[in-house]
């Protein structure tokens, strides 16, 4: 079982069981809505899922509603009866183990920032570089 939660704890989720498919996400939408470059999305379907706490919701598009904490604006959550019927994607940044379902595959690379490609590339400090 693996468990998860918004940066204050007010919300916390549980999962059972193995996940449809993990993804990362590179759609304009979920870089403007989580202020990150991509989000990696892990896809279960909904009665695997257990959701605590009070959450609130935002349409991000005609069907698309995407959950985050109102206390602390962690975004977890995103359902899509239209295009994912039944399913309930996590940000997999949100478990308490990040670590615990790697990416499988990207989508939306069409809307992909040009500079992720070269990511790899760029100097690493494993903490803040002293200047
Ligand atoms: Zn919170
Ligand atoms: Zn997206």
Redesign the pocket.
């Known amino acids: 079982m693996l468990e998860g939660g918004c940066y204050c704890g007010k919300v916390r989720y549980a999962i059972e069981g193995d996940p449809v498919y993990v993804a990362i ?3 304009t ?2 870089r403007k809505h989580s202020g990150a470059p991509m ?1 990696c999305w892990s896809a279960f379907k909904q009665d695997q899922v257990t959701i605590t706490g009070e959450t609130a919701t935002f349409a991000s598009s005609e069907h698309a509603r995407r959950q985050f904490c109102p206390s602390c604006g962690t975004g977890f959550a995103y359902t899509n009866e239209v295009v994912l019927p039944g399913l309930i994607d996590l940000q997999t940044g949100t478990l308490d183990d990040p670590e615990a379902l790697p990416p499988m595959i990207q989508v ?1 690379t069409a809307d992909r920032l040009n500079w992720m490609n070269g990511i790899g590339e760029l100097p690493g400090f494993e903490r803040y570089p002293s200047s």
């Open positions: 996400c590179n759609c939408d979920c989000v939306q």
